[in-house]
């Protein structure tokens, strides 16, 4: 099953090192990682995709990222209400007379036109996992030429508290 | 704030508040560590850490190998409870450490690893002796950091002891680039660790304490499984308080030998591989298995398919991360091993009805007890076991390499009291056990040492007996010599048609010369009939000596279970 896992961190040299490292040596299957900066300067936010087998298999991903000194706070959100977003830059065999087709395409998606060239048009799409790929669906009979996307990176919605303030994760509920 | 004076030996170090250099401030801090012992081996990366040595005269001991110096540092740390220190130089003398910190992190030991690093301005530019230690330490130590301004170094040492001795225990290391160790900043040891992502759990949660209380009580057929978890915790007393509270019949896991006493009359002896058919059998017929500190190691459990199938399984354990990792788990307790146990007794719930229990046990034990064919002609390497627990009143603490010997040695010498046993369970580490045995005298001076080790096994580190010999320290050495990789040949021949690959030693050195040679006294036993007067003469000894002990050849470790076979499986039971 997949699942969305966000983990605050500390943004301290080789903390991605770690992570990636713990997931390569556990054999844990990941989809996509994110990072970025977060309001604190000191602290990084991780988004991550990872595909689980069962209920045990997660608990041993978030029991084993909760075990890194670096990693402040651990949390699965699959099951919350959340904004996830991806951004996706795509491009495709565009030959003069298929621009405006194209065009056509990214409007409803809400993706835009990016840069145009002689031969091919890149756009950019932002959206959830499944706007994102039923977009890159719709653009495959043209031939895309490239495709670059970031993975996800999500918090919870509504409310302006912190999904992390809730208890650190704990196996005994 | 008013400058501070610390003492080692005897002598004053430098004064605390003040301005001084990076490698001031790690002796100093080691200092106030209380670090009475540094195992290390120097180098160009590492020399103003080792200048500063000299001066404070700090107690350091040279190894020979930084293998043999990281090993001492985790016997030092298995025996005293207090982390292990060991110093050592950057790229070469960084890599030969890795092994001991990888042993040291499955074994859960403290320890705190400080390595020299080429100068910060050309690291990562394949400087002389540079290698990203940092890197290749990530999955084999608890934690690690890289010191890149002076002012952090006296945080980071602090946090490091913190993190090494706390919560499950485990190696840390500090990567200390050459030039922060000349750098001079203002050193102030007097500060709060702030970790934040670094909380362990200490209390267990009480409903979850209640619960297991009542587990208990339900139970018809409960065991106890416990692991080296007890013995880093400090909780053999509570254990006992349990077990006679409870009267649960208890089984131990090869590094938890000695948390609970050997010779109870409750204790099954070791379970696994190589342990009792009755704490085997125990395990497999349990309707409740309580884990105190173990992590259910593919060694001890067997087949998981076929691990406890009967049981309702209770883990207590300061690492979230270890319950049910391997095995699926009811009744998780999250926290120190001495404060479980302390609630359980003071819960005081009502004992397991289980009479029949015990008593089917007890049949099992005295039916199938451990073994071996006597035998005048041969000395049997596990008669040689029982003559030095005889012969030490089974007081020594007593370190073994890795092997037929190992198994011998956790099956036939009973511990009964915690910290006299020194092995390498987890990764198995070959070499481990004579460097282990002179780290455990450091933390024990007084007591006798005992270095069981395989003729193979010592190999791989003899070249330590230059400590034995420059400071006369009484470590024991007995050689188990079957003149083979034993464990190595017991697998051939019963998994591959005994085709002896690379398992036997046509010629072996003289080890008895070897010993002289560090001036060791050195015996040989070949007629077993010497065995026990040679040992209790060799013990008696007053300083370092080497027993040679030629065993007979073709002996196997049993029982045993054998690779994907279940605990109720077990092969080499008494006939
Ligand atoms: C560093 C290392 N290399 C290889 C092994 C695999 N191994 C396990 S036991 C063993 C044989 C050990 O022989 P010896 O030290 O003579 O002890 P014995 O089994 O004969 O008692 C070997 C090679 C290991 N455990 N560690």
């Known amino acids: ?173 | 704030m008013s400058p501070k004076v610390t003492e080692v030996d005897g002598r004053e170090l430098k004064v605390e508040n003040q301005e001084m250099t990076g490698s001031s401030m790690l002796i100093q801090a080691l200092a106030r560590e209380n670090v009475d012992v540094i195992f290390g081996y120097p180098g160009g990366a590492i020399l103003p850490t080792y200048d500063e040595i000299y001066r404070t005269g700090i107690r350091h001991i040279l190894a020979r190998h930084e293998q043999g110096a990281v090993h001492a540092a985790e016997g030092y740390a298995r025996v005293s409870g207090k982390a292990g220190v060991c110093v050592v130089t950057s790229g070469p003398g960084a890599t030969n450490v890795v092994t001991g910190l990888a042993d040291a992190m499955i074994d859960s030991l403290p320890m705190v690893v400080i390595t020299g690093q080429v100068a910060t301005s050309v690291i990562g530019t394949d400087a002389f002796q540079e290698a990203d230690v940092v890197g290749v330490t990530m999955p084999v130590t608890k934690h690690n950091f890289q010191v890149r301004e002076v002012e952090e170094l006296p945080r980071v040492i602090k946090e490091a002891f913190h993190i090494a001795t706390t919560g499950r225990p485990g190696p840390v290391l500090i990567d200390l680039p050459k030039d922060v160790s000349v750098a001079s900043g203002f050193f102030n040891y007097d500060q709060d660790v702030d970790l934040p992502g670094y909380q362990p759990t200490v209390v267990p949660n009480k409903l979850q304490i209640k619960k297991l209380a009542e587990a208990v009580t339900k139970a018809k057929k409960p065991v106890l499984l416990v692991g080296a978890g007890v013995l880093h915790s400090k909780a053999s007393k509570e254990l006992l308080d349990y077990v006679e509270q409870q009267q649960i019949p208890v089984t131990s896991t090869l590094l938890g030998l000695g948390a609970f006493p050997g010779s109870h009359k409750l204790h099954l002896g070791m379970a696994g591989m190589h342990g009792t058919y009755t704490a085997n059998m125990a395990l497999h017929e349990a309707d409740l298995l309580i884990n105190v500190g173990a992590r259910f190691d593919d060694r001890l459990t067997g087949n998981l398919k076929h691990f406890a199938p009967e049981a309702v399984v209770a883990h207590i354990d300061i690492d979230p991360a270890e319950i049910g990792k391997n095995v699926e788990t009811a009744i998780p307790v999250v926290g120190d091993a001495k404060e479980a146990l302390r609630m359980l007794v003071e819960v005081d719930g009502r004992p397991s009805a289980c009479d029949e229990w015990k008593e089917q046990v007890q049949q099992w034990a005295a039916e199938y007890p451990l073994w071996y064919n006597e035998d005048d002609t041969t000395l049997k390497p596990q008669r040689l076991v029982e003559m030095i627990y005889e012969e030490t009143g089974g007081e020594a603490v007593v370190t073994t390499d890795v092997g037929q010997h190992q198994m011998w040695a956790a099956q036939f010498y009973k511990f009964d009291k915690p910290n006299r046993w020194v092995t390498s369970g987890g990764l198995g580490t070959m070499g481990f056990g004579f460097p282990s045995a002179i780290g455990a005298q450091f933390a024990e001076p007084d007591k006798q040492v005992v270095a069981v080790l395989g003729d193979a096994g010592f190999q791989m580190t003899a070249q330590e007996m230059s400590i034995l010999q420059e400071l006369n320290l009484p470590v024991k050495i007995i050689l188990v010599n079957n003149a083979s990789l034993g464990m190595v040949r017991q697998w051939q021949q019963l998994f591959y048609e005994e085709r002896y690959s690379n398992s036997l030693f046509p010629i072996q050195p003289d080890f008895v010369k070897m010993a002289e040679a560090y001036n060791i006294k050195g015996w040989k036993v070949e007629n077993p009939n010497d065995m026990q007067q040679t040992l209790k003469e060799a013990l008696d000894y007053n300083g370092p000596v080497l027993v040679d002990c030629r065993v007979a050849k073709e002996e196997n470790v049993y029982p045993m279970i054998a690779p994907g076979s279940g605990h109720h499986e077990m092969e080499g039971i008494k006939p």
């Open chain 1, 1 to 173: 099953m997949k699942r969305t896992i966000i983990a605050t961190v500390n943004n301290t040299s080789g903390v991605m090192n770690r992570i990636t490292g713990l997931f390569a040596r556990r054999h844990f299957n990941i989809e996509s990682i994110t990072v970025g900066m977060t309001e604190n300067p000191s602290v990084s936010r991780m988004t991550f995709v990872v595909n689980v087998d069962n209920q045990r298999g997660l608990d041993q991903v978030i029991k084993q990222l909760n075990k890194q000194v670096d990693v402040l706070k651990v949390r699965d959100i699959t099951d919350d209400a959340i904004v996830a977003r991806e951004l996706a830059l795509i491009k495709v065999v565009a030959a003069p007379q298929h621009r405006g087709e194209i065009s056509s395409l990214a409007e409803p998606f809400r993706a835009s036109i990016v840069d145009v060239g002689r031969e091919s048009v890149t756009l950019q799409i932002t959206g959830d996992q499944q706007k994102v790929e039923a977009f890159i669906d719709l653009l495959k009979p043209y031939g895309i030429k490239e495709l670059a996307r970031t993975g996800i990176t999500a918090f919870k919605r509504g409310t302006n508290k912190s999904v992390f303030e809730s208890p650190k994760y704990s196996i005994i509920n």
